[in-house]
């Protein structure tokens, strides 16, 4: 699919060690009244830190954190790697259990001597009668069928096929006088991430300096930590980059592991990552994100167990495709599955962020369009593919508890940061002035800097419930 077109100018700013006179002169920015013709035509996105202003933020005192998760469902079963052909009524058969259905290297598998099983597909019972875990990664047990005169088949076979689903229904017959069968142990998973340093800077030279412009800055907007409102146009926008670039690296950057890099960090990894390691992810047609689709993904979600709020930020096509078709096949129809609203928790600031909400089930999505996953709308530049392009995200609004210390709990989607240390600090935001321009003047060279710096990242607790819904 082609990108957007449009007349956006580039490059829109330029990369040197300071601003001087001539950059300033360039831009024809003098005093109030000229900043007031200027036209602010590209906004900032930062998703992260709408989270932060409601709540989902937690400080942290050192960079590397780390949380534990179950591994898997309560209940256990296994599923069946080659077919038992035309079992006799009444007989034993042995089932050798496929490679995922074991843990540990293939060491470990939920069978044991005793239990009561059942086959998915045909509801027929039986009892394990001995196990074998003498070959890693193909453990196997005979089984034997409950009822006198059955056999041990798949639903509408004269065989127990391959790949059959076999459930492990505890020991439910135990008899009079009963013993002791094996314990089944819960798997608990430990995971980590690091905050990365996420810094901005800008020097100014005396010239430029001198060229003030004065920020008639929007209702509601304030510079980042706390301090009043800055006095030179390029300060204003490096802010908006900085609180841009925080929100990309913590949606879709990942760590640094290669070598010889400019710097030593190790980095974040963001939610994209995340969710493409241990999440899900659903495609669909182009042009075709129906109900059926929906339907589909909410499926999904019951088995995750998803919270029933989601926020789904989608790129600029996948909206279209969103109203165009889901609404398009639905609108007008008074027995429709779905309500479309308002947001829903902290309905105002869904609102007020931009979040349309529509009910599709029991799920209830709060729909976010995310221009700035285009690389068109964040460069203007038009790339043949992008990465981000019919792409979205969807994001559960529910909590998860600390597998190992159920007193935890936590938001499904959480930003961790560190307190920087020292300077004016304020949303996890260190801003610090340097150069001999300076309110409190440093150093012997005339310019005037200002530098910002966070350490941040994400925790995804419960990223099976988490989903990338994309074209192909």
């Known amino acids: 699919m082609p990108g957007i077109s449009n007349s956006v100018p580039q490059p829109g700013a330029i990369s040197q060690p300071y601003g001087d006179g001539a950059l300033i002169s360039l831009l024809q920015l003098a005093e109030k009244e000229t900043y007031r013709g200027l036209v602010q035509r590209y906004g900032n996105q930062d998703y992260t830190f709408f989270l ?7 400080t942290i005192e050192s960079q590397e954190f780390e949380w534990w998760e179950e591994h898997g469902k309560l209940h256990q079963g296994f599923t069946v790697q080659t077919a038992v052909t035309a079992p006799a009524a009444n007989a034993t058969v042995t089932v050798v259990l496929t490679a995922g259905s074991h843990w540990s290297s293939g060491a470990k598998s939920p ?23 003498g070959t890693a990664g193909a453990h196997s047990c005979t089984i034997r069928p409950k009822k006198a005169g059955s056999a041990f088949v798949s639903a509408g076979s004269a065989n127990l096929l391959a790949n059959e689903v076999i459930e492990i229904k505890g020991n439910v017959d135990a008899g009079e006088r009963s013993d002791k069968l094996d314990s089944t142990l819960e798997i608990l ?65 990942d760590v640094q592991t290669n070598t010889a890099m400019y710097t030593n960090s190790v980095g974040s990894q963001g939610v994209i990552p995340v969710i493409r390691a241990r999440g899900n992810t ?110 979205g995200v969807q994001i559960p609004q529910g909590t998860t508890r600390d597998a190992k210390d159920p007193k935890k709990v936590y938001a499904n ?18 801003v610090w002035e340097w150069g001999a321009n300076a309110d409190r003047p440093q150093g012997s060279l005339a310019t005037h800097g200002i530098s910002m710096q966070s350490f941040k990242a994400t925790r995804l607790a419960g990223a099976n419930q988490f989903r990338i819904v994309r074209a192909v």
């Open 111 to 133: 069978i044991y001597e005793g239990v009561s099983v059942r086959i998915v597909s045909s509801g027929i019972e039986g009892v394990i009668m001995t196990v074998n875990k």
């Open 52 to 58: 932060e202003t409601y709540g989902h933020v937690e």
């Open 282 to 391: 659903s495609t669909y047609t182009g042009g075709a994100l129906n109900l059926a689709k929906i339907q589909e993904i909410n499926r999904g979600n019951d088995v995750e167990g998803t919270a029933a709020y989601i926020h789904w930020l989608m790129d600029i096509f996948q909206s279209d495709d969103f109203d165009n078709t889901l609404f398009g096949e639905l609108g007008g129809n008074a027995n429709a599955p779905f309500v479309y609203g308002g947001g829903a928790s902290s309905e105002q600031a869904s609102i007020n962020y931009g979040f349309g909400s529509i009910r599709v089930g029991d799920y209830f999505y709060q729909k976010k369009k995310m221009p700035m996953f285009n690389a068109e709308v964040r460069t203007g530049l038009v790339p043949t593919t992008d990465e981000f392009r019919n792409f």
């Open 413 to 430: 989607l959480t930003i961790m940061r560190e307190t920087p240390v020292g300077g004016g600090v304020r949303n996890g935001i260190k």
């Open 189 to 253: 998973d430990k995971y980590s991430n690091t905050t990365t340093e996420i810094r901005a800077d800008l020097e100014i030279t005396d010239r430029a300096a001198m060229q003030k412009v004065w920020p008639n800055l929007p209702a509601g907007a304030v510079s980042i930590g706390g301090l009043r409102p800055y006095t030179h146009y390029n300060l204003f926008k490096t802010e908006k980059r900085f609180l841009n670039d925080t929100d990309f690296k913590l949606l879709f950057g």
